[in-house]
Nanobody
Framework: QVQLVESGGGLVQAGGSLRLSCAAS??????MAWYRQAPGKRRELVAG???????NYADSVKGRFTISRDNAKNTVYLQMNSLKPEDTAVYYC??????????WGQGTQVTVAS
């Protein structure tokens, strides 16, 4: 049984920082990622990281967000700096192994006040 436990969301002023965490249990995953969904918008990829450390980012967060993972703890992190109001969304952790079902976290709210 795979379980994903997210933490770290909250309310922050524009320009501030937050760090999201997502701990996975049940098995190891080759790809771990963060998505977000703002009200009335489609869910979008924010950042992803492979077990080997290869990363990719949405253009809108490059230079401000950093994704990392601790394979020993099976945990993925998203360090978010220089937050903007348009970063306000529910952030979801996603984990996957190629060719198999992926899994989603419950979501954590990030609100950036202007």
């Amino acid at each position: 049984q795979v379980q994903l436990v997210e933490s770290g969301g909250g309310l922050v002023q524009a320009g501030g920082s937050l760090r999201l965490s997502c701990a996975a249990s049940g098995r190891l995953f080759s790809t771990m990622a963060w998505y977000r969904q703002a009200p009335g918008k489609r869910r979008e990829l924010v950042a992803g990281i492979t077990r080997g450390g290869f990363t990719n980012y949405a253009d809108s967060v490059k230079g401000r967000f950093t994704i990392s993972r601790d394979n020993a703890k099976n945990t993925v992190y998203l360090q978010m700096n220089s937050l903007k109001p348009e970063d306000t969304a529910v952030y979801y952790c996603n984990v996957a192994n190629a060719g198999y079902t992926d899994y989603w976290g419950q979501g954590t709210q990030v609100t950036v006040a202007s």
